[in-house]
């Protein structure tokens, strides 16, 4: 039976600093998920940062960074990462913060889920999020026959009420459970 992992990656950015920002070996991470079933991918989907027509010199280090990241996930065995783009929507006015909106990655991974699911390619859906617009694809993979597990953060990074009740399993990532994935 096979199994597929899906990434949220600005949502894992997120609960792995909650828990301390370890540095993660995504091949452990992916094979231990997986588990006890053959993994057929891992799919990660996240942006590289916005940049403008005269980035700082931090930015592009940012930027170069993240890049050479997303490279060495695709080096991975068994690893796809699917990059979205990260557009600026203005200025915050209260915090005068730059707004940014990630475009095409929630509907690269509702897609995926539901075209592997169609295809009966997956029989088992780990999904590493917080977002409910993925509703809909999990739902399609319900329908399908394939049981879908959620790993997710707690406190501020608590999944949507909908995507909990409807996913199958559910698992809280902890920096004790992501210290056995360290580099």
Same mark, same amino acid.
């Given at each position: 039976m =096979?199994?597929a992992i899906?990434?949220?990656?600005? /949502?894992?950015?997120?609960v ?11 091949? +452990?991470?992916s094979a231990e998920?997986?588990r006890?079933?053959?993994l057929?991918r @891992? /799919?990660y ?8 027509? =005269? ?6 280090e $940012?930027y170069? =960074? +993240?890049?050479?990241?997303? =490279? ?16 600026? $929507?203005?200025?915050?006015r ?8 990630? +475009?095409?990655v ?10 592997l ?10 999904l590493?999020?917080g977002?409910?617009?993925f509703?809909?694809a999990?739902?399609?993979a319900?329908?399908?026959g ?5 790993y997710?953060?707690?406190g501020?990074?608590?999944?949507h +009420?909908?995507?909990?009740d409807e996913?199958?399993?559910r @698992? @809280?990532?902890t920096?004790?459970l992501l210290?056995?994935f360290?580099?």
């Amino acid at each position: 039976m =096979n199994a597929a992992i899906f990434i949220d990656g600005g /949502y894992f950015d997120r609960v792995s600093r909650d828990c301390g920002s370890p540095r993660i070996d995504f091949g +452990k991470l992916s094979a231990e998920l997986a588990r006890p079933h053959e993994l057929l991918r @891992t /799919y990660y989907y996240h942006c590289l940062p916005y940049m403008g027509p =005269n980035p700082s010199e931090q930015d592009q280090e $940012r930027y170069d =960074n +993240k890049h050479r990241f997303f =490279n060495a996930l695709t080096r991975l065995n068994r690893f796809e990462v699917r990059e979205g783009k990260l557009e600026y $929507r203005g200025t915050d006015r209260e915090t005068e913060r730059p707004i940014f909106e990630q +475009k095409r990655v929630d509907i690269y991974l509702g897609v995926d889920l539901a075209m592997l699911a169609v295809k009966q390619r997956i029989h088992r859906a780990i999904l590493v999020t917080g977002d409910s617009d993925f509703l809909p694809a999990i739902r399609a993979a319900k329908n399908e026959g394939v049981l879908v597990h959620l790993y997710h953060g707690s406190g501020p990074q608590q999944p949507h +009420k909908d995507l909990w009740d409807e996913v199958d399993e559910r @698992t @809280t990532i902890t920096p004790d459970l992501l210290s056995h994935f360290l580099l």
